[in-house]
Every structure is written in C-alpha cells, then in structure tokens.
C-alpha cells in the first residue's frame, strides 16, 4: 500500500536549501531592516537575482505562460522560507494572488498576455479586493465597474491593497451589476499609468510588507475572464491565499522559537541558562507543539491546493485560523523569553511579532476562518 | 512510490475502514462501555475476535502469529475501532505496546512463546512501571528483582497498573541493580499474574470505575528466562515503549463517539457563533491530531515526537469533553445512562487524558529536553 506522506520530497528540500541560502546571504536581518523603511518596501536587484537565477516567481507558472511550470506545494516551500526570513518583496502579491487569479479565470489572452511578466519578474502583480470597511468577503465588493461599449471604466476605492502603489498590474474586483453578494462580480485588469488611478502609500504595523489605497476614476480596465462570473475565481484564489499566508506563518514561527531556544541556552540567570528552568522548558515546548501543529495544518492546506481539490476550502480556512493563531503566539511568547531585550527595537523580535499580527488579520482572521470552517464542514 | 506531500488515505484502504466500522457497530449494543474503550472496554470475547480477524499482531512476522501488514492498514482499523467504541481493551496492551517490544528486544524463544497467544488474542496484558513514589520519576523505582539460582524474586509495589485484576501478564520494570546509577539497573521481566506472592488490589477512579489496580509483589518467583532485552537496560528501552504508548490514535478518539452523538443529538445550537466557533476549533484539532498521529505511524517524524503528538491530541479530547457537556447543559449534571450522563462521565474521565501514560507536564520535559536539546540540570 502506498499513499499518505507528511513531508516534502527531496527535490523539495533541495529547493528548501537554496531559497534559505539565497535569503541568508542577500537578505539578511540588515537588509530587511534597510528595504523596510524604503517606499517600495522591495529590492529590485534581489527580485530581478530571484527571477533570473532561481525562477521563483514563476515557479508554479507553468511552462507555457513562460513559467517553470512546478506546483502549490514548491511555492507553498519558497513561501515558508521567506517568511522565516521576513524577505521584503511583493512575492506573496505576484507569484501567489495575482498570478493564481489570472491561472484560474480561464482567460486565455489574458495568461498570455500577464503571466510571463510575472513569470520572469519584469512585471509585478497584486490583487485589489478590500475596500474601506475591510472586508474579505464578496459583500465588500462595491468598486462599480461601468461598460460603454467595449470599454470598461472602473470607479471607487480598494484598500488595504498589498504592494498595491509598486504594481505595474492590479487585478481589481468590481462590481458590474447592481448586485449583492457573490454574483455580478468581475476581474479587471489595471495596468500603471492607468488614467483616474491615485495610489497612497499606507504605513503599515508591518513595516516588511506594504499596502497602498487606490482610488479608482473612471479608470479604463479590461474585464478579465468572464463577466459576472468573478467570485468563483476570488474564492479560489482567497483559499489559496490563506494557505500560502499559513505557509510564510509556519516559517515564521519556525524561526521564532529557534530565537528562543538559541538564546534560552546562553542567557544565564541565576547562576544557570535559563533553558533549564522548567517555566522556560515549557514555554519552549509549547512553541514546538504549536510549530509542528501548524505545520499539519498549512502543508495540508498545500496538498490541497495543490490538486485544487475539494478539501480546499475547509483545509485553507483550518489552516490560516489555525496557523495565524501559532505565529503569533509564538512570536509573543519569544519576547517574554527574551524579557526586557525582546521589546527593544534592536532586538527583530518584534519584526517577527508584528509580521505575526499583521498577517493573522489579512485575508480573514482567525475568527472569520473558524465561522468559515463551520459551514465548510457542515457540522 | 509517492515522493510528495499526500494527505488522501489511499482508496485501497476504505474497505477495510468501512470493515472495522461494521464490526465495532455490530458490538455496540453489548459493549458496556461506548467511550474510553480502549483502556476500559475489558472484553475478552472480542479480543478472541480480533485475533480470528487477523487484526491483532497486523504488522507483526507471520512467523511469531503476525500478519505483516502495513502500519498504515493498522491505523486504519484501530481509529475505526476506537472511534466507535469497540471494546478492544483486553488485547490493546499487548498490540500497543509489548507485542512491539517483545519484538525489538525480545529473544527469539520469547518472541515464540508470547507473541502468538498475543495476536491470537488469548492472552491479557498489564504493565508495571508507576510506582508510589515513582511516577513521572521513573528512574526512581523500587520495586526490586534479585536473583535466586536461575530465577529472580521481586518483592515491591506498583500502582496504576490498568486492567492488573485480569491480566495473564505483567510487563514489569523493576531494579535488578540496586548499586548502580538509578538509571541503569532497572529490567524487565515478564511475570505470570497467577504465581504467588501477587495481590492485586482495584483503584476506584473519580468516574468511579475501577480498571486500574495497585498490585503488590511478595518475593514473586519469576523464570530467569522472562528477563527481556539487556539486564540494566530497561530505562531506554521503557523509553522506547512510551513512543508507542503516547503517539497513537487511541490519544486522540477515545471520546469521538461521544461527540458525534452529541452533535446529532440535536443539542447542538449551529447557529450560534460561540458555538460555530467551538466547533470549528475541534473540528481543526481533530484532523491537525490525527496527521501528526499518521506521522508517527508512517516514521515520517523524528524521535521523540509521540511526546508532542500526545501532549496536542489530549488537549483535544478534553475539549471535545467541555464541548459535549456544555452543548448537552442541564442533562450533563445528572449521572444516567443516556447522553447526559455520557457526558458528565466523559467530563470526569478528561483530567486523566493529560496525566496517564505521561501527564503534559513531563511530556513537555520530554521535548525541550529531548528535541530542543535545553540544558537538564539535576
């Protein structure tokens, strides 16, 4: 009998190692903190390095869109490594919303037309969904899309749009019928330089990974994929997000408990390291247990996402409730045991905490996922 | 062979699921017991039954009575079996635990003498570790062995020792070196229960059942071919025994049947956001526990690690025990047969999920020791 396996293939670890090398050595901590306080919130030299040497934004593109044509669970890998190093960079933005949006809205114009420049990297992409009021779900949608013609003209504001002032596309989901809910949704695409398009830096808790307002005046857009038929392609990809989020959160979580225990072993008080005090040991122990839990979840969610089966949606919401809630325990918890030193903003403690925070409420938090996790089950 | 991440149960494998449901359902109306089976459902007859279905020693050699099956197949019953009740209590012992031990340390001529009454399910198992003053402390025993000719004469105490009153053997961990570093004069004999100079006395535990016993040892005779792997070397080799004691299924079903009657019992308010919530959250506990379990049991995770797996599924069968009594609310303060009382007994029953077989405390120990390699200062 073959079947179940609960780790990542060799090939997979291999790539593992390289993503993690190339990090390591051309984003360091330094370098974080350095790109963190640009407006782009990105280094372009790096991103170009990522593209030409590694392909990794258009790792799970496939071939004919000029990608490499690998899979979920390669990117759901890439996505863990640069969350464990906070890598600055729309990659999140690009390889994961923006690219799946346009894989999965079955435009075949648009793929050829997008994907290979978000493939090689020359281009960036990002999805505009939320609005003001925050939303994560199709009743957020109210940004009106207008038709005259052949020509579609889209009017409002989208927030909270990430990376959304250093795109040069933005997939915007609007409305193109006096509806509600999940019907008369429609993808556009916004290209930069788009007339009527203002877009506003926001500063954000996370300072790793940007977001921008974006007014939208009469702006001209071409309808992606078919009209009224959006949400269908949104959910999807929203699944896909929430996972490739619980992916970087593994990552992340990771990390932080290897501060911990690197530093509980040489932090002496007492006259003994603090690693062999039982409240120490246990805090420890409990970052582990929640690491290798949200592991569980998250590379599940992979699995998942990978086949674009029908255990998505419930294993997408388990895993960003489930992951998001782990980080940032686990990042609170790695400033207590650092104590006074933890709060500093020497110390990237907090970079990781506030990478934590941040990414447990976007794209739903936990609480909107384990409502969602209800109904998927139907328990 | 799959080299990547799959979490589907191959389709090879759902007959012999829907198998193992229709057995333990076919028992369920003279199963006295419906949750916790596994350490109380004492049921000699089924255990004879595994044993005709081939599902005790499933992975075993064929040539000490095993079916040489996959870990894989095992789980599949098992998480069937318990899941719904089957009283699996009088072979679970042996099949967990000292049928797998017996075989790594075990000699040969061991092996052939007890494994196949195991997989037969003829013979009933108990284990003695705990003792008064050793319980997570296990390096502490007392309970002595000295040797008298060929044989040993082992006079002391253990305590909770499940199922003692009506096992054929006790697995038992006792200090054969008296003068030796606590951890390394401890081994392990294998002790006929009927011999004399063996008292067994029950326990009454706060669900007011008694399956686990205090059972004293007065210069107990024991053949000195029943000592089992190194003399001495019992402490890695218990160690070794608690990895299959603490990261299987069992850790994380023993009150699913509770819970699935409680949720078509129609107590249960979905609607309610609290409640939505709740259940969303045992619903993720439950299948996160069952693919760290399934890691375990495929050896796709490192050593040490049933310390983790059963340190996160005790944690959510008590939730499923908080949950079941308050979805139930008035009904669980009365102590009936019906769901009611299932839950008020499952509620009591809960504490012990985070102490027996390691409580949560120690096991945490186990990993910042073990896996995080933090400094142990004694």
């Known amino acids: 009998v073959t079947g179940m396996k609960f780790a990542f293939s060799d090939e997979q670890e291999e790539l593992r190692r390289t993503v993690r090398g190339l990090l390591a050595d051309k984003s360091p901590e330094s370098e974080v903190r350095r790109v963190m306080t640009t407006v782009e ?339 | 062979m799959i080299v990547t991440l799959d979490y589907a149960l191959p389709e090879s494998l759902r007959q012999l699921q829907r198998e193992a449901v229709e057995f333990a359902e076919s028992w369920a109306d003279h199963a006295t017991v419906t949750e916790d089976s596994w350490l109380i459902g004492y049921d000699r007859e089924f255990a004879r039954e595994l044993g005709r279905r081939g599902w005790l020693g499933m992975t075993w050699p064929a040539r000490v009575g095993g079916h040489e099956r996959t870990p894989l197949e095992r789980f599949v019953v098992y998480e069937a079996l318990i899941s719904h009740g089957a009283p699996i209590a009088a072979a679970w012992f042996a099949d967990r635990q000292i049928g797998p031990t017996l075989l790594e340390y075990g000699s040969p001529e061991q092996q052939a003498r007890w494994l196949p009454e195991m997989a037969a399910g003829e013979s009933a198992w108990c284990i003695g570790i705990s003792e008064p003053d050793a319980g997570s402390d296990v390096g502490s025993l007392r309970t002595r062995a000295v040797r008298n000719g060929d044989d040993w004469v082992v006079s002391g105490q253990k305590i909770w020792t499940s199922g003692a009153l009506h096992a054929d053997w006790c697995y038992l961990v006792a200090r054969t070196a008296p003068n030796a570093p606590k951890h390394e004069g401890l081994s392990e004999l294998v002790v006929d229960m009927r011999s004399p100079g063996i008292e067994v006395r029950k326990i009454l535990d706060m669900t007011g ?29 218990v160690m070794r025994q608690l990895e299959h004691e603490r990261g299987g299924i069992d850790r994380l079903v023993s009150n699913y049947r509770l819970y699935r009657d409680v949720l078509a019992s129609g107590h249960v308010d979905r609607d309610d956001r609290v409640v939505r919530q709740e259940l969303a959250a045992i619903e993720s506990s439950y299948r996160i526990g069952r693919h760290l379990v399934l890691r375990g049991v495929l050896e796709q995770a490192p050593p040490g690690f049933s310390a983790v797996t059963k340190a996160f599924c005790t944690e959510h069968e008590q939730r499923v025990a908080d949950f079941s009594a308050r979805a139930l609310g008035a009904h669980a303060m009365l102590w009936g047969p019906g769901l009611g009382g299932r839950a008020a007994r499952g509620v009591c029953y809960a504490p012990a999920y985070t102490v027996m077989g390691g409580t949560s405390t120690i096991l945490r120990n186990v990993i910042a020791e073990r896996i995080l390699r933090l400094p142990r200062v004694n």
């Open chain 1, 41 to 379: 919130g990105y280094d372009p030299k790096l991103w170009r390095q990522m593209g030409e040497q590694l392909g990794l934004q258009g790792l799970a593109i496939p071939e004919e869109y000029g990608g490499e044509g690998f899979t979920f669970l390669e990117l759901g890998v890439v996505l863990e490594e640069m969350g464990r190093a906070l890598l600055c960079a729309p990659y999140f933005s690009s390889a994961v919303l923006a690219a799946y949006t346009l894989l999965l809205s079955g435009d075949e114009d648009a793929k050829h037309e997008y994907l290979p420049a978000l493939a090689s990297g020359d281009s960036i992409g990002t999805v505009a969904l939320s609005e003001e009021d925050g939303r994560w779900d199709a009743s957020g949608v109210r940004l009106a899309a207008l038709r005259d013609g052949e020509v579609w003209t889209l009017s409002g504001t989208k927030s909270f749009v990430l990376d959304g002032h250093t795109a040069d596309v933005i997939l915007v989901a609007g409305r193109t019928s006096a509806s509600s809910g999940t019907d008369g949704i429609s993808i556009f695409a916004v290209t930069d330089g788009a007339a009527g398009l203002t877009r506003t830096p926001l500063a954000t808790l996370d300072q790793t990974r940007k977001q921008a307002r974006l007014t939208f005046d009469a702006t001209p857009a071409r309808l992606i994929g078919t009209e009224g038929a959006g949400w269908a392609v949104l959910s999807q990809v929203l699944d896909l997000a929430a996972v490739a989020l619980a992916a970087e959160q593994v990552g992340g979580a990771a990390r932080v408990l290897e501060m911990s225990v690197d530093y509980a072993k040489i932090r002496v008080q007492f006259g003994r390291p603090i690693g062999s005090f039982q409240a120490i040991k246990h805090k420890c122990a409990d970052m582990l247990v929640a690491v290798e839990s949200a592991k569980s979840a998250a590379y599940y969610g992979l699995w998942a996402g990978s086949e674009l089966n029908d255990e998505l949606p419930t294993a997408a919401s388990l895993a960003k409730a489930y992951c998001s809630d782990a980080y940032v325990h686990c990042a609170a918890e790695n400033i207590q045991i650092h104590g006074g030193v933890g709060f500093t903003w020497e110390l990237p403690a907090h970079l990781y905490f506030k990478r934590a925070k941040s990414s447990q409420l976007c794209f739903g938090d936990p609480i909107y996922h384990r409502d969602q996790l209800a109904q998927r089950i139907g328990v």
């Open chain 2, 209 to 237: 059942n008694a399956h686990f016993c205090e059972v004293h040892f007065d210069k107990v005779s024991v053949p000195g071919a029943n000592l089992v792997g190194r003399e001495g070397g019992s402490f890695r080799q």
